[in-house]
């Protein structure tokens, strides 16, 4: 079992920044990848960026240069760094953990935070 817990959402002008955070209940380093998704009310949930267990990273291509995942393994916690907002950047932004147990994948969701880029 993962907890995961959200933070670091809110209200940011087009052009800002925000960090989100994603904490969990164990060593990151024992979950097999971390990632952020995000969703417009509506729509699926997309990949927005992700970290593996070895520290590869992945990232979606319209965040590509302005987002950047990084983890803190002393504090067990993934964030977001999140530069040069845009107003198509508003969704609810979730965290997710996927541990791999005996070849199977579980997956682990956040509860979400709220991301508003409006001027």
């Known amino acids: 079992q993962v907890q995961l817990v959200e933070s670091g959402g809110g209200l940011v002008q087009p052009g800002g920044s925000l960090r989100l955070s994603c904490a969990a209940s164990?060593?990151?380093?024992?979950?097999?990848?971390m990632a952020w998704y995000r969703q417009v009310s509506g729509k699926q949930r997309d990949l927005v960026a992700l970290?593996?267990?070895?520290?590869?990273?992945n990232y979606a291509d319209s965040v590509k240069g302005r987002f950047t995942i990084v983890r803190d393994g002393a504090n067990n916690t993934v964030y977001l760094q999140m530069n040069s907002l845009k107003p198509e950047d508003t969704a609810v932004y979730y965290c997710k953990a996927v541990q791999v147990v005996r070849g199977a994948p579980l997956n682990y969701w956040g509860q979400g935070t709220q991301v508003t880029v409006s001027s």
């Open positions: 164990r060593s990151i380093f024992s979950i097999s990848s």
């Open positions: 970290i593996t267990s070895g520290g590869s990273t």
